[in-house]
């Protein structure tokens, strides 16, 4: 079984930087690809970033220039870094890792519980 964990939300005033972590743990012989993703009260759940096999990245609109996506293929890990923070961005951001486990031969998905993230204006 596989875990993703998230961690390094909270509250920061307009402008201000959050780094997000994500570790994945548990039976798996491969992360293919992350990506991170939010949802704010009352809406659907949206792509923020997402960084693919091979080192591709992509940014939801809203990110580009803000965000940046990185991981650590040695620890299982994956961040998420966001700078100049609005009130927009508030929500609970989750990461998902595109892996095969061990044992497996096709990719499955496997989700965070989320981190909150909040903008105070």
């Known amino acids: 079984q596989v875990q993703l964990v998230e961690s390094g939300g909270g509250l920061v005033q307009v402008g201000g930087s959050l780094r997000l972590s994500c570790t994945a743990s548990?039976?798996?012989?491969?992360?293919?690809?992350w990506g991170w993703y939010r949802q704010a009260p009352g809406q659907q759940r949206e792509m923020v970033a997402v960084d693919v096999s091979g080192g591709a990245t992509n940014y939801g609109d809203f990110a580009q220039g803000r965000f940046h996506i990185s991981r650590d293929n040695a620890k299982n890990m994956a961040y998420l870094e966001m700078n100049n923070l609005k009130p927009g961005d508030t929500g609970v951001y989750y990461c998902?890792?595109?892996?095969?486990?061990?044992?497996?031969?096709?990719?499955?998905?496997?989700w965070g519980q989320g981190t909150q993230v909040t903008v105070s204006s």
């Open positions: 548990g039976s798996i012989s491969k992360i293919i690809g």
């Open positions: 998902n890792a595109v892996l095969v486990e061990r044992g497996q031969r096709t990719p499955s998905t496997s």
